[in-house]
């Protein structure tokens, strides 16, 4: 019924810049927080950043100041700049949305994911 579909991911050098993009599509009533997740080798699943549809964000200590997530509730999109990028940044990014369909309740929904390669 939904489908998350990111872009953007990529190869960057340390101190670089990128912009991650997730579209969502489907029979979207509704959708609630948007999210960006990463994953690297060997290591948990962690939130990156959260913006509610009210445009309240909550971020990972580790990316404060330098990752900035916004959306388009039009568009139904949501993206994630950034900055001052490090290897440690290195990850799949995923996205996740809060949606509501025109014939369920709300539920999570995941896109495939992204690779983000930091590296010199």
């Known amino acids: 019924q939904v489908q998350l579909v990111e872009s953007g991911g990529g190869l960057v050098q340390p101190g670089g810049s990128l912009r991650l993009s997730c579209a969502a599509s489907g029979s979207i009533f509704s959708i609630g927080t948007m999210s960006w997740y990463r994953q690297a080798p060997g290591k948990q699943r962690e939130l990156v950043a959260a913006i509610t549809r009210a445009g309240r964000t909550n971020y990972a200590d580790s990316v404060k100041g330098r990752f900035t997530i916004s959306r388009d509730n039009a568009k139904n999109t949501v993206n994630l700049q950034m900055n001052s990028l490090k290897p440690e940044d290195t990850a799949v990014y995923l996205c996740?949305?809060?949606?509501?369909?025109?014939?369920?309740?709300?539920?999570?929904?995941w896109g495939k994911g992204t690779l983000l390669t930091v590296s010199s």
């Open positions: 996740n949305a809060q949606v509501v369909t025109t014939s369920q309740p709300l539920m999570n929904y």
